[in-house]
């Protein structure tokens, strides 16, 4: 038998009981979002950037069937490189512990370890959210309905552009998810600054996110997520005129090579790097080191 508590690592721990600051980052992006090496690089660098703000990373992922909140530098190694790391939403949290399994979180499992490990700001690329063809598929990520009952924050650029993000919106509408723009009262669509939609709220800095927060844990009337949606500035994004080519072809990729489910995500996100040669993937880079820093200095002022 093995012990199926969580595990914390040696920083976080500490952080824990000094009550610093801490962030949480999850891990899929790392094994499936990101190519190899850029990944291990970058999820380096996105742990950097939260403790250059004076804020501690807590990388989150399963190694051995053992749920760790804060991964060591080889850990993260591991998740990295190994072709036996699954994707792991929340429904697989307990059949790939049984298993003995190395996994990585997506948003909707690292949001609900986070919650049970009491911390509460997450710092992602972009969120799951529903598919273009969900109509037909029901493809929907199961981030959405996380989210619906986590009391998170989630700082993230937006929802990913290869979903329907109005049909998002609207689900995130439905679920109970607050959703803020940082600097904006336009949503944004990761690779993209404005994916075309109003936002009822905006905040200007991460005291007011903290205010939010607060004001949440008061009243406790809703126990749902609060989406920080944080856009690159235009001239950081990704050229639309290139987004919207590559994603067609992507989509047509799909259909060709019959891909579905858990797949969908990281097929798209591996056609963008190859296609537009590496530029979609510095992008998607500044965005999440950009949500890291703006996710530390929320932590830090809460
Ligand atoms: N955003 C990214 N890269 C990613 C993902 C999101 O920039 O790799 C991952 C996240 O882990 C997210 C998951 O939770 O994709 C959604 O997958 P699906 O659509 O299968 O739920
Ligand atoms: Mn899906």
Redesign the pocket.
Known sequence: MINHAIRFGSEVEAARTAGAPIVAL?S??IS??LPRPANLTVAKEIEATVRAEGAVPATIGMIGGEIVVGLDEGEIHHLAGSDDVVKL?VRDLAPAAAARADGAT???ATSAIAAKAGIPVFA?????GVHRDASATFDE???LTALSRLPITIVCAGV?SILDVGATLERLETLGVSVVGYGTRRFPG?YLTDAGFDLDWSVADPESVAEIIRAARTHEVHGGALVVANPLPADEQLDPALHDRVLAEGLAGLARDGVTG?E???YL?AHFHTATEGKSLDV?VRIILRNAQLAARIAAAL
């Open positions: 999850e899929t992006i499936h979002g939403s997506t948003v909707a992602t690329g972009g969120l799951g990520s199961a981030d990913k990761f858990k969908v995500t990281p996100l998607n």
